[in-house]
């Protein structure tokens, strides 16, 4: 049986700030060894035996974790640029449950360094009327190849949006949202020993599901600039809903994170340094 690991880094423990997070700067280089922490604490927590653990790397470059210091028998999936992104691994038949750690709230909502794919420019998105986290977006693709969710990590406000979506993952709350930018934080340790013991409460969550044909699927995307819209609207089935708005509707969610997934690179591309 295997276990992916989706492994975010701005639900981690002690992240709180963007220069926790940006590859390169001092900050990411101090927290890397906090997030590799997080990751080993999941594995541990599930255990080696008849376990195969999954990471997938879904922050950023996704070249983030120490390899050197992770626990021997997980694999890693390292590296841009993968057809399913934050998922790459779902597909995988023997695949029987997935955890999302260091998740983070959706854009528009209160939570430590709240945002959905982009940091700032998307403002809101929206899967089938409700507002989506990265978090609702992923388990719907989970869903979709009958993987359940079966725990979160993050800020207290990213395990109640858990709720709303995977109600019978196991949450573990690592960290207390203050502010968009601060956050009341668990000591490591004391984060890592629940992280354990959350994963293997998990565990016996890993079920694998009949696939849920929930389709079709509609994405809203509200971006902070109009000219985002033009830019987003140029692919294929994309179409302005809205001031500042986009849509686009398909029949899976296969096909609706990876377009969602074009949408946020082309936006990402249009923007300008200084004034977005």
């Not at 906090?34 to 996704?62: K, R, S």
């Not at 997935?98 to 940091?119: D, I, M, P, R, W």
């Not at 979506?165 to 709350?173: F, L, M, T």
């Not at 930018?181 to 890993?206: D, F, H």
Request: hydrophobic share 40%; aromatic share 6%.
């Amino acid at each position: 049986m295997r276990i992916l690991i989706s492994a975010d880094m701005e639900g981690a423990t002690g992240v709180t700030c963007p220069g926790d997070v940006l590859p390169g700067t001092p900050g990411w280089e101090r927290m890397r060894p906090l997030f590799t922490d997080d990751v080993n604490a999941v594995v541990v927590g599930l255990g080696a035996e008849g376990v195969v653990p999954v990471v997938n790397e879904a922050h950023w470059t996704m070249r983030n974790l120490l390899p050197e210091r992770l626990e021997a028998y997980a694999e890693v999936i390292t590296g841009r640029h993968k057809e399913l992104s934050m998922m790459e691994g779902v597909r995988d038949g023997e695949v029987a449950g997935v955890v999302f750690l260091g998740y983070h709230a959706g854009a528009g909502s209160e939570g430590v360094l709240a945002h959905t794919y982009l940091a700032n420019t998307v403002t809101s998105v929206w899967l089938n009327g409700v507002r989506a986290s990265e978090g609702r977006l992923n388990a719907a693709v989970a869903a979709e190849f009958g993987v359940p969710v079966i725990m979160v990590t993050g800020d207290d406000k990213t395990i109640e949006d858990a709720r709303s979506y995977a109600p019978e993952a196991v949450g573990v709350v690592v960290k207390h949202c203050v502010s968009r930018y601060a956050a009341r934080c668990l000591p490591p340790e004391t984060a890592a020993r629940l992280i354990r013991e959350g994963a293997r409460e998990a565990r016996r969550l890993a079920v694998r599901h009949e696939p849920v044909k929930g389709g079709p699927y509609r994405i809203d995307v509200e971006f902070d600039a109009d000219h985002l819209v033009g830019a987003a609207s140029v692919i294929p089935g994309v179409e302005r809903c809205g001031e500042r708005r986009v849509s686009f509707t398909l029949p899976t969610m296969y096909e609706a994170i990876r377009c969602f997934k074009a949408v946020t690179t082309v936006a990402s591309a249009a923007m300008e340094e200084q004034y977005g």
